[in-house]
């Protein structure tokens, strides 16, 4: 058993108001924690294989389909696909406690096309999405695993899932399906796998997603000069997005992350756009900046029109159009006194450490912005460079607890008999 588990029993500390009991010398519990750790290595073959699966955006079935599989052999019940691509696994409990949902998100950030192939240098393992979340994926199975090799009997009723679109444009598809149709008004907890070491997220960082494009006639640079050029209006307004002040509390960050159009450099463009990221922990302040940013491109627009006199004369106008690309809502309201924060700090001091609670944007937003109690925790060891091709992931110490911890919070928050 690990050794932070034996030493967690003994830590003598105060618990935190509302936290819901921690069953850490449950016979079974204490059961499957020790299956977890003691299942490092089979656990590391699951990140391994699953990350060799390629899972690009809105591209996840052949993945979902193997994660189903691998429920399946488990011998859960009532394994499936819906129908935009969760794959959800049932272990029911006696009906009379709450429902926990243990997920971890299927979609990777990378291409169609990207080489998956997972490398090995002395310990590490390097490849797209070897940590964000072929290890949250793998932790899922393997405390799914601790569970059924224990024995562990919960109240409520456990669900194991492999979500799709959690990142980028896949704007929380698949957590936003299961919260509103699928699984709506089922699930009492929701706990996603989705953080390094031994994190813990339980504040939504909002942010608003904009594909932004100015539209013109187009023109040969030299014959049509005078025509309105839609990267001239981009550039005015990329301008004054980099001068805007945000607070440093609450956070609030802004970006503008891709930048496309023109066709010639002899040629004045009939298109330019550019996709912005616009981020706060505050929903007001989120709000606020939303507000100044759709006020600079359409002043943009403004003075590229009036630059070239367009609109009057017969002269064609410059346009702009603003898409929606995504929206996840911030809140901030969960604090540690919450019952699935303290409990989760409460699991943690049980197994030798104190989480501290930080904010981020995942998949715990959609269900927080519903007033579902959710949080992310960590998968246990150490990871780098996530989202780039070169991200990697190193067992360390922690590698053995993150799973230890996910049996402990799950078994928490069910209740166990």
């Known amino acids: 058993m690990n050794p932070r588990f034996i030493a967690g029993l003994l830590l003598l500390s105060a618990p935190l108001a509302a936290q819901m009991p921690v069953p850490a010398t449950h016979p079974r519990v204490r059961a499957a924690m020790a299956a977890a750790g003691a299942d490092s290595a089979w656990t590391l073959d699951q990140q391994i294989s699953i990350c060799e699966i390629p899972a690009p955006p809105f591209k996840e079935r052949m993945r979902g389909l193997e994660f189903r599989r691998r429920l399946e052999a488990l011998g859960l019940r009532n394994v499936r696909l819906d129908s935009v691509g969760n794959v959800i696994a049932e272990r029911p409990g006696t009906g009379k406690g709450p429902s926990v949902m243990l997920a971890g998100h299927l979609d990777t950030v990378f291409p169609e096309g990207t080489d998956v192939k997972v490398k090995r240098t002395g310990a590490r393992l390097s490849a797209p999405g070897i940590a964000d979340d072929c290890r949250g994926l793998a932790v899922v199975l393997t405390v799914a695993r601790a569970f059924q090799r224990a024995n562990v009997s919960t109240n409520g009723t456990v669900y194991f899932v492999g979500d799709v679109g959690e990142e980028g444009a896949g704007n929380l598809r698949g957590v936003r399906h299961l919260f509103e149709r699928e699984l709506a008004g089922k699930i009492d907890y929701f706990v996603s796998i989705d953080e390094d070491d031994l994190g813990l997220i339980t504040r939504a960082v909002g942010s608003n997603r904009y594909r932004v494009a100015f539209k013109g006639p187009g023109g040969h640079s030299w014959g049509a000069f005078g025509t309105v050029n839609p990267i001239h209006a981009l550039g005015r307004a990329i301008a004054a997005i980099a001068e805007l002040r945000v607070p440093q509390s609450p956070k609030t960050t802004f970006s503008v992350g891709t930048v496309t159009g023109g066709t010639s450099v002899n040629a004045i463009p009939f298109e330019a756009s550019a996709e912005v990221d616009l981020r706060s922990e505050s929903a007001d302040a989120l709000r606020e900046l939303d507000a100044k940013v759709k006020s600079i491109f359409q002043a943009a627009l403004a003075a590229e029109n009036a630059r070239w006199g367009a609109g009057r004369d017969g002269k064609p106008?410059?346009?702009?159009?603003?898409?929606?690309?995504?929206?996840?809502?911030?809140?901030?309201?969960?604090?540690?006194?919450?019952?699935?924060?303290?409990?989760?700090?409460?699991?943690?001091?049980?197994?030798?450490?104190?989480?501290?609670?930080?904010?981020?944007?995942?998949?715990?937003?959609?269900?927080?912005?519903?007033?579902?109690?959710?949080?992310?925790?960590?998968?246990?060891?150490?990871?780098?460079?996530?989202?780039?091709?070169?991200?990697?992931?190193?067992?360390?110490?922690?590698?053995?607890?993150?799973?230890?911890?996910?049996?402990?919070?799950?078994?928490?928050?069910?209740?166990?008999?």
């Open 317 to 417: 106008a410059l346009t702009l159009q603003i898409d929606t690309i995504g929206l996840r809502p911030a809140n901030n309201a969960q604090t540690a006194r919450s019952t699935i924060v303290a409990t989760a700090i409460a699991a943690g001091r049980a197994l030798g450490f104190t989480p501290s609670p930080q904010a981020a944007s995942t998949d715990a937003n959609l269900p927080l912005s519903l007033g579902i109690p959710a949080i992310v925790i960590g998968f246990g060891g150490r990871s780098g460079d996530s989202h780039s091709l070169t991200e990697w992931y190193e067992p360390s110490s922690t590698s053995a607890t993150g799973p230890q911890w996910a049996v402990l919070l799950v078994a928490a928050l069910a209740g166990v008999r």
